[in-house]
């Protein structure tokens, strides 16, 4: 079955750029989501790339799309101290009919 | 616009006992659904809705939960009885279309003691 991974910790300094990566097994995925997750909140859509795109930048985030590694990250820029949180990487699948998420990524910020 | 709505933010029952929760979409929404998260882990798609119809309900254990969106708007989802590893939070979300991006509540913490 459809199947998305991600690593589980990020730790980055503040001002730096953080890179969440994520894999994923469904090739005809239509749709790859970025939410976010603050703690004790629901998950807040951040960006999304359809599946014919190669990148998508959307003010501090960049979201890489590799369709033959089946592979997408998300850079943030200049992470601030807000920008803490678990971050999930998604794919919906070709039917549309259900969306996969996978474990998420913590991402913390030092000073 | 405002967001998806959901009550009550936190629950605390005894294993065996019933619970309810209850999600508002996002106004002209067609699509609802209802997600499990385990502490740890992504959420896991429990019954997607479109309109008052199921659309997916293959991961919902039917034996003890039940969810109904009877006039297509408004949503619960019963668990009936609780069992200890029914501990999660219970995410609800909605979306235009089947195809475009969810929004999600804040969810309801469900607590098994």
């Known amino acids: 079955g459809e199947d998305v991974e991600q690593s589980l910790f990020l730790s980055v300094r503040e001002g730096d750029s953080s890179v969440i990566n994520c894999t994923y097994t469904?090739?005809?995925?239509?749709?790859l989501y970025w939410y976010k997750q603050e703690p004790g909140a629901g998950l807040q859509l951040l960006t999304y790339i359809f599946s014919n795109m190669d990148m998508k930048q959307d003010q501090r985030l960049t979201v890489l799309l590799n369709k033959k590694d089946k592979h997408l990250s998300l850079r943030i820029a200049d992470t601030q101290t807000g920008d803490s949180a678990i971050y999930f990487c998604?794919?919906?699948?070709?039917?549309?009919?259900?969306?996969?998420f996978g474990s998420g990524t913590r991402l913390s910020i030092r000073p | 616009e405002a967001g998806v709505a959901q009550s009550p933010r936190y629950k605390i029952i005894e294993k065996r006992q019933s619970v309810a929760f209850w999600c508002n979409p996002i106004?002209?929404?067609?699509?609802l659904y209802w997600y499990q998260q385990i502490l740890g882990q992504g959420p896991k798609l429990l019954i997607q809705f479109q309109n008052n119809g199921v659309v997916d309900d293959s991961q919902l254990p039917k034996d003890r939960f039940s969810a109904e969106r009877l006039k297509g708007v408004d949503s619960t989802l019963k668990i009936q009885p609780a069992k200890l590893e029914d501990s999660a939070v219970y995410l609800c979300a909605s979306s235009s279309e089947r195809d475009q991006p969810q929004h999600f509540g804040d969810g309801t913490r469900l607590s098994i003691l």
């Open positions: 469904d090739s005809s995925s239509t749709y």
């Open positions: 106004s002209g929404h067609a699509t």
């Open positions: 998604a794919e919906i699948d070709s039917s549309a009919s259900k969306i996969i």
